[in-house]
T-cell receptor, first 113, second 113 residues
């Protein structure tokens, strides 16, 4: 069965510091991995995806993620956090030959000035 | 800009009074999804359409129905809303034959009196 784990309910970081939001996955076959961000009372905004190719994926708003097959991880990173990055972040996986996204439980990122 | 539009953004209905939420898209995507999201939890897939083919999730209550009269529009009908149906309802679209991510609308927040 496919699954996604986001082990941290909340991540706190000071503005200007690097941030990491963790995600691990379990899927049969090659995974399609996604990160979405959700601001209050808004839908999910796509940040980046890994389908194939380079393990380091660059996305919107300065975010990047590193695909690590041996550790089955796809952690979201940003070199320098902004207060405006404070939001709810979801990791998701879509397995091969399926159209459904399996979401993690979400991680709330709080960036303090 | 091409986008996914949900109306209304906020909907209040009475316990047991039928309600319809709408979603429209200008992306010409062949797949449309409806999700239910409760208080910062992960979105839960209710059903999706591939063109006009309806795919219901096994655990979606019978109280929830959907219609897709054409490519651009999709409706979520809740026949007899209960207090437990208060949630954010998210519509998303995707072109099945691509590796592109799902595009989400900003959701409709449903309150039950």
């Amino acid at each position: 069965a496919q699954s996604v784990a986001q082990p941290e309910d909340q991540v706190n970081v000071a503005e200007g510091n690097p941030l990491t939001v963790k995600c691990t996955y379990s899927v049969s076959g090659n995974p399609y991995l996604f990160w979405y961000v959700q601001y209050p009372n808004r839908g999910l905004q796509f940040l980046l995806k890994y389908i194939t190719g380079d393990n380091l994926v660059k996305g919107s708003y300065g975010f990047e993620a590193e695909f690590n097959k041996s550790q089955t991880s796809f952690h979201l990173k940003k070199p320098s956090a902004l207060v405006s990055d404070s939001a709810l972040y979801f990791c998701a996986v879509r397995g091969y030959n399926t159209d459904k996204l399996i979401f993690g439980t979400g991680t709330r990122l709080q960036v303090f000035p | 800009d091409a986008m996914v539009i949900q109306n209304p953004r906020y909907q209040v209905t009475q316990f047991g009074k039928p309600v319809t939420l709408s979603c429209s898209q200008t992306l010409n995507h062949n797949v449309m999804y409806w999700y239910q999201q409760k208080s910062s939890q992960a979105p839960k897939l209710l059903f999706h359409y591939y063109d006009k083919d309806f795919n219901n999730e096994a655990d979606t209550p019978d109280n929830f129905q959907s219609r897709r009269p054409n490519t651009s529009f999709c409706f979520l009908d809740i026949r007899s809303p209960g207090l437990g149906d208060a949630a954010m309802y998210l519509c998303a679209t995707r072109r099945l034959e691509s590796n592109q991510p799902q595009h989400f609308g900003d959701g409709t927040r449903l309150s039950i009196l």
